[in-house]
């Protein structure tokens, strides 16, 4: 059974710093894409980044230069580093990785505010 476990959300000023993480269970997930989604109050659902099986990342324009997409094989936990934090920012972050379809973890919440 795939499980995915997000962690490392909070409240955080704006300028702030945090890292998020996704551990995966029952998948060896350095073989599959794995990404980031973040969802605001009363917006959809939008991409952040990508990470693919060769460690190749894709960022959405909005984070590039702001965000970095790691993973962790070794751990079988992939990471998103978040600097300089902006309120805009604000959102729930899920991740997720696709094997055949996509399995999705239950969310993190960041918030920044001062």
């Known amino acids: 059974q795939v499980q995915l476990v997000e962690s490392g959300g909070g409240l955080v000023q704006p300028g702030g710093s945090l890292r998020l993480s996704c551990s995966a269970s029952?998948?060896?997930?350095?073989?599959?894409?794995m990404g980031w989604y973040r969802q605001a109050p009363g917006k959809q659902r939008e991409l952040v980044a990508i990470?693919?099986?060769?460690?190749?990342?894709n960022y959405a324009d909005s984070v590039k230069g702001q965000f970095t997409i790691s993973r962790d094989n070794a751990k079988n936990t992939m990471y998103l580093q978040m600097n300089s934090l902006k309120p805009e920012d604000t959102a729930v972050y899920y991740c997720?990785?696709?094997?055949?379809?996509?399995?999705w973890g239950q969310g993190t919440q960041v918030t920044v505010s001062s």
């Open positions: 997720y990785i696709r094997v055949a379809y996509s399995y």
């Open positions: 029952g998948i060896i997930a350095r073989f599959y894409e």
């Open positions: 990470i693919n099986s060769s460690s190749n990342t």
